[in-house]
C-alpha cells in the first residue's frame, strides 16, 4: 500500500467510527502511554497501553502483533493459509483439521448464525467475492448479474450445514465458502485482550476501524469514545467504556459499491445475497468483540423492523441503529450509556425496548 494510501487510512482510523481515547491521565504519577500501530484485517490497529514502563508494554504489545499477524493470514479467506485450504476442502467434499482457535472461531459462528436466524452468516464468501468485497480496496464495476445471484441463492450455503468434530471440519454443503470478515476482527481483539493481561497489562485500548476494546482504564476515569457520524464528519454520541467492554459497528460508509448513483453497502444479507438497504450504521456494545462485532452485521441485515427480536435472541442489550432518514433507535441499556457531544445528538433518540429471547429451534447440530 502507497504512503497515502496509509495516510488516509490512517485518518480514518483516528477519526473514525470508534475513537478511543483517555478523559483525564495524571502523567506524573505514571509512565507515559505506549502506542503502536499495525496493519491487519483490512484496517489499522491500534494498540495503547497505560501505566506500564516501555521495555514491558513494547514486549507485551509485540506479543500481542505477532499473534494476530498469525490470526490474519489464518484466518483471511482470500490469501494462502488455514481458512484458504479448509475453503479448498470444502469445495472438494473433504475434511481438514484446523487449529483448535479458528475451529472455537467456527463454531461458535455457527451458533450465532442460528441464533440470528440465519442473518449473520460466515457461509456466504461466494456472494462476498462476487460483490467484489472480499478485497481490502473498494470494489469497482458492475453489480454481479442477477443470473449470478440467482445461482448464489439457490446454493444456499450456510453455517448449519458446517460440521465440526473437534478440531476436524468439513460440510454438508461444498457451496460454503467461509468469509469471516463479519466477526474475525472483534474475535481476534479478545485473543489481543488476553495475551495483554497474561504479559501484565492491566490497562490498553485496542482500536481497530470500527471496534474498541478496553482493559482497565486510564487513571480515575474510564476510557471514553466516540461512535461516527456515518452522515458527515463528526460523532453521533460518546460513551464510557467499562473495563472489559467492546464496542462494535457495521455500516456502509467506508466498504462499498458505488453503481449507478447508488452507494451499495458492503453488509450482504445472507438470505438474498444482496447488499442491504435502509441501514446506515449499527453500533453493539457487549462483553466480547467476537459477539459485539457479529452481532452489529447481523441487527443491520435485519433492519429498522426486526433488530429488537434479533438483538434478544443473539444475547445483546446495547444497540443503537441509524437508518438512511437519520433516525437513531437505541435500546434502553444503550440510550441509558449515551453521552450528548457539542451541540446535542444529531436527532431525537427513539427508544425502543427489546422482547425476550424467542423459543430457539435447532439448526447447529452435528
Known amino acids: 500500500m502507497s504512503a497515502r494510501g496509509l495516510w488516509r487510512l490512517a485518518a480514518l482510523a483516528l477519526a473514525a467510527t470508534l475513537v478511543a481515547g483517555a478523559v483525564q491521565w495524571q502523567r506524573h504519577a505514571a509512565p507515559a502511554p505506549y502506542r503502536e500501530t499495525l496493519y491487519l484485517f483490512g484496517t489499522l490497529v491500534e494498540i495503547e497501553t497505560r501505566g506500564v514502563a516501555e521495555a514491558p508494554a513494547r514486549a507485551a504489545v509485540a506479543g500481542v502483533a505477532t499473534h494476530l499477524q498469525r490470526l490474519h493470514r489464518d484466518w483471511h479467506a482470500w490469501r494462502p493459509g488455514e481458512l484458504g485450504r479448509l475453503n479448498a476442502a ?3 467434499g473433504d475434511s481438514l483439521t484446523v487449529d483448535p482457535a479458528l475451529a472455537d472461531l467456527l463454531r461458535r459462528g455457527r451458533e450465532l448464525s442460528c441464533a440470528s436466524g440465519g442473518r449473520f452468516d460466515p457461509a456466504i464468501g461466494a456472494a462476498i467475492e462476487a460483490w467484489g468485497f472480499h478485497a481490502d480496496t473498494l470494489p469497482s464495476g458492475p453489480p454481479p448479474s442477477a443470473a449470478r445471484i440467482a445461482a448464489l441463492q439457490d446454493a444456499r450455503p450456510q453455517m448449519r450445514d458446517l460440521r465440526i468434530d473437534g478440531t476436524r471440519i468439513s460440510a454438508r454443503n461444498p457451496a460454503i465458502q467461509l ?21 501484565g497489562i492491566r490497562d490498553a485500548v485496542l482500536n481497530a476501524g470500527g471496534g474498541v476494546q478496553v482493559l482497565g482504564q486510564p487513571g480515575a476515569r474510564p476510557w471514553r469514545v466516540a461512535i461516527r457520524d456515518p452522515f458527515q464528519w463528526g460523532v453521533v454520541a460518546a460513551l464510557s467504556l467499562r473495563p472489559g ?58 433492519g429498522a423492523e426486526e433488530w429488537p427480536q434479533v438483538a434478544a435472541d443473539m444475547g445483546v442489550r446495547a444497540v443503537l441503529m441509524i437508518t438512511e432518514d437519520g433516525t437513531l ?7 441509558a450509556r449515551l453521552e450528548p457531544v457539542a451541540g446535542g445528538f444529531p436527532s431525537k433518540v427513539r427508544v425502543v425496548a427489546l422482547p425476550g429471547r424467542a423459543p430457539r429451534l435447532g439448526c447447529a447440530g452435528d
Open 90 to 92: 470444502i469445495a472438494a
Open 179 to 199: 468469509d469471516l470478515g463479519a466477526y474475525a476482527k472483534g474475535a481476534a481483539l479478545d485473543l489481543a485482550m488476553a495475551d495483554l493481561r497474561a504479559a
Open 245 to 302: 467492554e467492546a464496542l462494535h459497528s457495521s455500516g456502509n460508509y467506508e466498504r462499498f459499491l458505488q453503481a449507478g448513483g447508488v452507494r451499495l453497502s458492503h453488509v450482504l444479507d445472507p438470505r438474498s445475497a444482496r447488499p442491504v438497504q435502509g441501514i446506515v450504521s449499527v453500533s453493539v456494545l457487549a462483553e466480547t468483540g467476537l459477539l459485539a462485532d457479529a452481532a452489529s452485521t447481523a441487527l443491520t441485515v435485519a
Open 329 to 335: 433507535m437505541a435500546s434502553p441499556e444503550m440510550a
